[in-house]
């Protein structure tokens, strides 16, 4: 599989295939249902403080690892996210992320961890003695919550080892062990005084020193512990040597031997298609312009863009044109109720294909056409659904929030043809397939056409739309929309399958040709999921939240495109991405709290 930058899967040694994914919580468990019963942040963190004390832009991160039945043996506690989680949604992504992760690995475990947090919100500054009251009190709403959480890790799992990052989680254990009836000797921060078997008869505690906390750049300090809690570790595993047994793909390595260095994430702890550059074990992101932005840095770029000079052409403020305003639900959190209403990723054979991971349908390299940074791998080639499909629809890129969505046509074009979907009876079961999973925005015709005519991209698409016909005996219509759509399409052994093709949403006219293409749809027989009207207001539509991986924040797929490419030296930058929250949510302020929250707010003091 050849990637932008000659970049290829084998390229990623410790983060398997990206093909491998997470798919989220599963929706007979009661993972999906806790994490949906977040209590008010922002509201506590004001009434508490008299201030915002969290991160709230881009959302919660709730968990990374494994949420499977007897799949933990150990439990990971933090203190929160960073900006890499919130690009991924998922905890410990970044570059203290990828410090546990190597601890892991010397441990021998590869996949039977879980890594939780002490808030689910990233916050301003450091843990101190303002938060503790939020953090640590059992009244506080957001420690009853906490508890709800391990307490429900510790119950669908076999848990023996429970490592805590950083003073916030080490003190967040402490209270989690008293709620438990359980004692713990010497100061709040002090599990080693813990009686961890009131969590369990194999349990056992050992906290680390934050990898984010060296001062001045002297990681001394961390090293230090990080080597004696796998002294620790493997003095209580020779003890008792059926106590943390290693996973079938792992090796532990003795304690003398660990070095304090960085591992990289798994895909499969990510969403499907997440940008490569996420997980790569070290800070790939940082905040920007009062926290509306994060900006993605690739190989060729630097933190915080230092040393370049970077222009930005737009802050895409947006407007909440097509946001869907629902009770009970924020923009800057995922969807409540339902909470399982997200998209799982694409089925095993399908997720590989579109990778371009079947031996015999790689994509080409795009790097000998195309400029770019092959840091970020392959941009998402679809959304929507792989069964019960109605319509299939081919479509060109036409911004680059895919890199952030992880799904295809997620910025303005693709909220618009929501509407066309809608108004031709298929809301549901549709599949779009973007053409080529590289970044086609701004280069010539003749570049761009090379590519789509290449041997290798017809080569897969055409076994795409086989495995899908034969899947999908209700597929009645194929919708070609852009240029190189329209030639994918042409060469494609699409018949009977009528072909209705649309213009490029950036091509003047192009509302007036997709109404046109819904009156040759009305002329068509094809199954629908809802009512036809054939009528489309021309308006945007919220990308649906069942298109989106879990985790996806509801502003994201909303009120136009989000990311944006900057300018330097006089051209786009290939090395940088930003995205950026609507500017009318950034404007809003804390939600009420409840009126058990208030109760909380006043015990609490």
Not at 574 to 595: C, D, I, N, T, V
Request: proline share 7%.
């Amino acid at each position: 599989m050849m990637a932008r930058g000659g970049a290829t899967a084998g390229d990623w040694p410790g983060r398997g295939s990206p093909w491998e994914f997470d798919p989220g919580p599963a929706r007979n468990r009661g993972w999906g249902r806790l994490f949906s019963e977040t209590p008010n942040y922002r509201g506590l963190g004001v009434a508490i403080t008299g201030r915002e004390v969290f991160r709230w832009h881009f959302g919660p991160m709730f968990y990374r690892g494994r949420l499977t039945d007897r799949g933990v043996k150990v439990l990971i506690i933090g203190q929160e996210g960073a900006q890499d989680e919130s690009l991924a949604s998922r905890s410990f992504v970044g570059g203290t992320g990828a410090r546990m992760q190597h601890l892991l690995a010397h441990l021998g475990i590869t996949r039977s961890y879980l890594f939780l947090n002490t808030f689910v919100y990233p916050i301003f500054g450091q843990y101190s003695q303002g938060l503790r009251a939020l953090a640590q009190d059992p009244a506080s709403p957001i420690v009853r919550h906490r508890h709800r959480i391990l307490d429900y890790a510790l119950a669908r799992n076999d848990v023996h080892l429970v490592i805590a990052v950083g003073t916030a989680a080490k003190e967040s254990v402490v209270t989690w062990v008293r709620s438990h009836g359980g004692g713990c000797a010497g100061d709040a921060g002090d599990v080693a005084g813990c009686d961890a078997a009131v969590l369990g008869p194999r349990v056992r505690l050992v906290g680390v020193l934050h990898p984010g906390g060296a001062q001045g750049g002297d990681a001394d300090p961390v090293v230090v512990d990080f080597r004696r809690a796998a002294r620790q570790i493997e003095e209580w595993a020779d003890a008792d040597p059926g106590w943390l047994a290693v996973d079938p793909d792992g090796e532990r390595g003795a304690a003398g031997e660990y070095a304090y260095r960085s591992a990289p994430i798994p895909f499969r702890d990510l969403p499907y298609a997440v940008s490569w550059r996420l997980g790569r074990g070290a800070t790939s992101s940082n905040r920007a312009d009062e926290q509306r932005g994060i900006q993605l840095f690739g190989a060729g770029g630097h933190y915080n863009g230092r040393g370049d000079a970077l222009t930005y052409p737009t802050t895409a403020a947006g407007t909440e044109e097509g946001y869907a305003v629902e009770r009970g639900e924020l923009p800057y959190e995922p969807s409540r109720r339902p909470w399982g209403d997200f998209d799982r990723g694409p089925p095993g054979g399908f997720a590989r294909l579109l990778q371009g991971g079947v031996t015999g349908l790689e994509w080409p390299d795009f790097t000998s056409s195309l400029p770019g940074d092959g840091s970020f791998g392959l941009a998402p080639l679809h959304r929507g659904r792989f069964d019960n499909v109605k319509a299939l629809v081919w479509a060109d890129q036409e911004s680059h929030d895919d890199v952030f969505c992880c799904r295809a046509l997620c910025g303005d074009a693709g909220q618009h043809l929501q509407g066309v979907l809608e108004a031709m009876g298929v809301a549901r079961d549709y599949l779009i397939v973007r053409v080529l999973p590289a970044d086609t925005m701004g280069q010539t015709w003749p570049k761009v056409r090379r590519l789509v005519d290449h041997p290798q991209t017809r080569a897969l698409h055409a076994e795409l739309l086989a495995r899908l016909r034969a899947r999908n005996p209700g597929l009645g219509v194929v919708v070609a929309v852009g240029p190189q759509a329209r030639r994918l399409v042409g060469g494609l052994p699409t018949a009977p399958l009528p072909v209705v093709e649309l213009r490029a949403w950036r091509r003047a006219g192009a509302r007036a040709d997709w109404r046109r293409a819904l009156e040759r749809l009305r002329g068509l027989s094809y199954t629908t999921d809802s009512e036809p009207t054939f009528v489309w207001d021309g308006r945007r539509r919220q990308i649906p939240r069942f298109d989106l991986p879990y985790g996806s924040v509801r502003w994201r797929g909303t009120s136009g495109d989000r990311a944006v490419r900057p300018v330097q030296d006089g051209d786009s930058s290939p090395h940088y991405l930003k995205l950026f929250m609507p500017r009318w949510a950034w404007l809003l302020g804390p939600e009420p709290l409840s009126a058990s929250e208030r109760s909380a707010v006043v015990e609490l003091g």
